[in-house]
């Protein structure tokens, strides 16, 4: 994004209103601003109304047009305490962090934190939520008191918004940490079965004196997948010459059948490390996107949250690396 359109979807986020309710068909206001600079319709905000309207066709000199849903005066959601069965769904929905309380224990607003969105009303499973009228917005008795609220609501549900968003972004990463620990964990023990297979077949019982096992330790593990499949061929070739009820036929069976394990078995590891670095990566250029965004837009608090964030990327990053670069390379 350029640093003129950067500054646009500034300008254009301020004039919103904040709930981050997604009626406008994006995932908060920053997207639609977003949007809007790249020339989507202005008309999609109902908690914005006419106001919002208004002020956006000034900003960007653009035609006024009919509002695509009607507008919305402030509202606040209301948990009926004695139906509510704590299953935390509610929480989990809100954008701002707005509801309080435990699993399977009763739930509460924060009234002055709750922007109305709605979005806590559809995931309830019991249907305990109701959408009242903002009785700060009600008790507002003239236009000076009206502003006053909505700038508060709007500077509270950016910032919340924000905060609530870097803490997932960190939750994920820390997700993503211990997913790679497990698989680090996991990847060990086949490690050492691999070796010991190489080893343990390079053994020249079948008479092979072409097939050297002396070097079968750990230099072997990064090239097993060559050396088995050597192994493989000569196995089967030597099957392909014995009788039907030879008494050795078992034992090479036997052999090539656990050698064709672990040779498929370390491609495999390999494509699994693969995959988790990339979805590293991803996740330490979104954390980079957001602590910029951050230094632009948001508070001494959010900026400290992206940086852990980022700081955890980047160490599952690493981490992801280290264990590609341990494990042996696809032939
Ligand atoms: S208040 Fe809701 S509809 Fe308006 S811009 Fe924000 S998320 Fe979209
Ligand atoms: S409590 Fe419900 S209505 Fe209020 S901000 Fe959270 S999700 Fe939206
Ligand atoms: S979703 Fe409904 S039942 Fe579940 S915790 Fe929230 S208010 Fe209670």
């Known amino acids: 994004m350029s640093s003129a359109n950067a500054i646009l ?66 509202q606040l959601a209301v948990i009926r305490e004695d139906e509510c069965i704590g299953c935390t769904k509610c929480i989990q929905a809100c954008p701002v962090d707005a509801i309080v309380g435990a699993a399977k224990q ?7 934190e709750c922007t109305g969105c709605e979005l806590c009303v559809e995931p309830c499973p019991v249907d305990c ?29 950016r910032a919340r918004h924000r905060a609530r ?37 390079g053994t020249p019982a079948d008479g092979s004196p072409t ?5 079968a330790t750990a230099s072997a593990a990064t090239s097993s997948s060559s050396r088995n499949s050597a192994l493989i061929a000569r196995l089967q070739h030597k099957l392909s010459r014995l009788a039907a009820e030879d008494p050795k036929r078992h034992e090479l069976e036997q052999r090539l059948s656990d050698l064709q394990q672990s040779t498929h078995a370390v ?44 700081e955890q990327a980047r160490s599952t990053e690493q981490a992801a690396r280290a264990a590609l670069e341990q494990s042996p390379s696809l032939d």
Do not use: F
Request: proline share 6%.
């Open 165 to 201: 968003n870097a803490r997932l972004e960190a939750r994920k990463a820390a997700l993503t940490d211990k997913r790679m620990a497990r698989l680090k964990q996991r990847l060990s023990p086949a490690k050492a079965d691999s070796r010991a297979v190489t080893s343990t077949t």
């Open 106 to 112: 009763m739930h509460g607003v924060l009234e002055a």
């Open 9 to 74: 979807v500034e300008q254009i986020d301020a004039v919103l209103p904040q709930t981050q309710c997604g009626k406008c068909g994006h995932g908060g206001c920053l997207p639609y601003a977003a949007a809007i600079a790249d020339g989507e319709a202005i008309n999609k905000c109902p908690p914005g109304g006419d106001t919002t309207l208004h002020t956006l066709a000034q900003l960007l000199q653009r035609p006024l047009e009919a509002l695509e849903q009607p507008a919305e005066a402030p």
């Open 129 to 157: 939520i109701d959408i009242i009228a903002h009785p700060q917005w009600q008790a507002a008795h003239d236009e000076l008191a009206r502003q006053r609220y909505l700038n508060a609501r709007a500077a509270n549900g």
């Open 211 to 215: 097939v050297s096992t002396t070097g």
């Open 267 to 310: 491609p495999q590891q390999t494509r699994q490390l693969k995959m988790a670095l990339a979805a590293a990566e991803q996740r330490r250029r979104l954390a980079e996107r957001h602590l910029q965004h951050c230094y632009r837009q948001a508070g001494p608090d959010e900026i400290d949250a992206a940086k852990q964030a980022l």
